[in-house]
């Protein structure tokens, strides 16, 4: 596609987008501290439609607010065709002003994507279909590609792990390890990830492929995220269940991310500006894959939660805490 | 007639130890393993083709300019096309490897839940594969369960296997095309 018609429909739908956004009411709760590291989190957004553009409409504005650098993208960058022009609709355009404004996106494969995605250097993906890269004094991602777990990545990934000293350790990929939705927790994967992320010590885990938010309770004391409501959404498709800790699915959403020293704060937010959850986690030491029961982290883990514990279970020891409600929750039972 | 008894026991005896020795003199074979080596030759054979066919062609490289990308990975998969005008599909999976891969997802698929069948089968794509095919973009690649996948051969860097509602693909990453499949694996 011509560079001049591309601009044209980057320009259409910036202000296509613009027209369709509603006013935002933001309420950041996160802490800004100085030094930071600040991030944005979305995931299944490639769809082009009307409600990603205001996802990304609401996270521009929230980047006025907290300006974070770079945003990670969990997924479903682009459904359907992935020709020039799908890249300019369905990533480009929604995300422009954070694109203009040099945030940086970090994007992980999933089942719709196109691994040769990886080339595309917006995305930053260094060329591959997994990848790790560090932010801040202590801050480390490792991106997966959870549609093809084969051995040489997950050698790969140990090494990476093994290597990464005592930093933060986030990892990001398309399939939940643990989920209450349709697809529902992927087994498979969890069998050969889980031991690693236990043995080195991950600290947080985000995920999409289900299209709504959701905390899951911290399992084995590792917390795990799922961000797919970027652009598509399932709406009631999150069922009650004791993994839940918190959920939203009556409207598609992102998150917000900050990393502190020991603590990494969160903010889920919906199309409209609203927060729908968030929270503290503190930084979970490296366990030993050997040790059995809780791992150490586990019970000083304090998530301060906003949604509604949707699955109605009780608190448990070291799993997170939740004071609020969001009535969102309750709308799709 | 004891004696003929004795001598007919004794030649029955000499024929089977003759049978014995003759077999152990024989190479022993595994059939799996020399299907496995075979196959790995042939994939060997693509990728030698693949680069040839691809040397004239401008590098893979990364870029902000996603026609440059699309292009690429056209003109690849059309190089490819062209120099496997006669593929057919077994030429890489051959009916013994094909044995030998149904077997190990029939198993894999019979050993989990009906969950598990539904969450593997959840995604995977409903269109019936032809050699030389570009996959669709309108359907997604199909998750691969990993401890299926550690059980199959490994692939080099750059050839990918994919599932489909009834059959096993060998996929080119890099040109987005499908290289052979077998029918029949679930």
């Known amino acids: ?333 | 007639m004891l004696n003929t008894r004795r001598w007919a026991g004794v030649i029955g005896a000499l024929t089977s130890l003759t049978w014995a020795a003759a077999a152990f003199a024989q190479p022993r074979v595994n059939p799996q393993a020399a299907a496995m080596a075979d196959f790995s030759k042939r994939i060997t054979a693509y990728l030698d083709l693949q680069k040839k066919l691809t040397d004239d062609l401008p590098p893979l490289k990364r870029t902000d300019d996603p026609a440059e990308i699309t292009l690429r990975e056209i003109a690849l998969g059309d190089a490819i096309r062209v120099g496997r005008l006669e593929a057919h599909r077994g030429d890489i999976l051959t009916r013994e490897m094909a044995r030998v891969f149904r077997r190990v997802i029939k198993d894999d698929f019979r050993r989990r839940t009906l969950r598990g069948q539904k969450v593997m089968r959840d995604d995977i794509p409903h269109f019936h594969p032809k050699v030389n095919q570009s996959y669709p973009s309108a359907w997604p690649l199909a998750t691969f369960p990993a401890p299926l996948l550690a059980a199959l051969s490994p692939l080099p860097d750059g050839l990918e296997y994919r599932l489909l509602s009834d059959a096993l693909i060998l996929r080119d990453v890099k040109a987005n095309i499908i290289v052979d499949f077998i029918l029949d694996v679930f």
């Open chain 1, 1 to 333: 596609m011509a560079k001049s018609s591309r601009r044209c429909v980057v320009a259409l739908a910036v202000f296509a987008g613009c027209w369709l956004a509603s006013p935002a009411a933001q309420e950041l709760t996160l802490p800004l501290r100085p030094d930071s590291v600040r991030f944005g989190v979305i995931g299944d957004t490639g769809t082009g439609a009307t409600p990603q553009y205001e996802v990304g409409l609401q996270l521009a504005a929230y980047h006025e607010k907290f300006p974070f650098t770079f945003v990670i993208m969990m997924g479903d960058n682009l459904y359907g065709a992935q020709r020039p022009q799908d890249f300019v609709k369905k990533f480009e355009a929604p995300y422009k002003i954070l694109l203009d404004a040099k945030v940086a996106f970090y994007a992980a494969l999933g089942n719709h994507d196109d691994p040769n995605q990886r080339l595309y250097t917006p995305f930053n993906m260094a060329g591959k279909r997994y990848y790790s890269f560090r932010k801040g004094d202590n801050v480390r991602f490792f991106v997966l590609d959870s549609t093809y777990m084969d051995p040489v990545q997950l050698t790969w990934l140990e090494q990476e792990l093994k290597s990464s000293g005592s930093d933060w350790k986030i990892a990001y990929f398309h399939h939940p390890l643990y989920s209450s939705g349709t697809h529902g927790s992927q087994t498979d994967l969890r069998v050969v990830l889980e031991p690693l992320f236990l043995k080195y010590g991950v600290d947080v885990v985000f995920s999409g492929h289900e299209h709504f938010y959701q905390r899951i309770k911290p399992q084995k004391g590792i917390n795990y995220f799922v961000s797919g409501a970027g652009g598509q959404l399932r709406q009631g498709d999150l069922k009650p269940s004791d993994l839940t800790a918190a959920g939203f699915d009556s409207d598609r959403s992102f998150m917000l991310v900050e990393v502190a020293g020991k603590e990494l704060s969160f903010q889920a937010i919906s199309r409209t500006g609203r927060t729908v959850d968030k929270g503290t986690i503190p930084m979970r030491e490296a366990v030993s894959s050997t040790a059995a029961g809780e791992p150490p982290g586990f019970s000083r883990l304090r998530a301060s939660g906003h949604a509604r514990d949707r699955a109605g279970a009780g608190r448990r020891r070291g799993q997170s805490r939740q004071d609020g409600s969001s009535s969102d929750l309750g709308q799709q039972q």
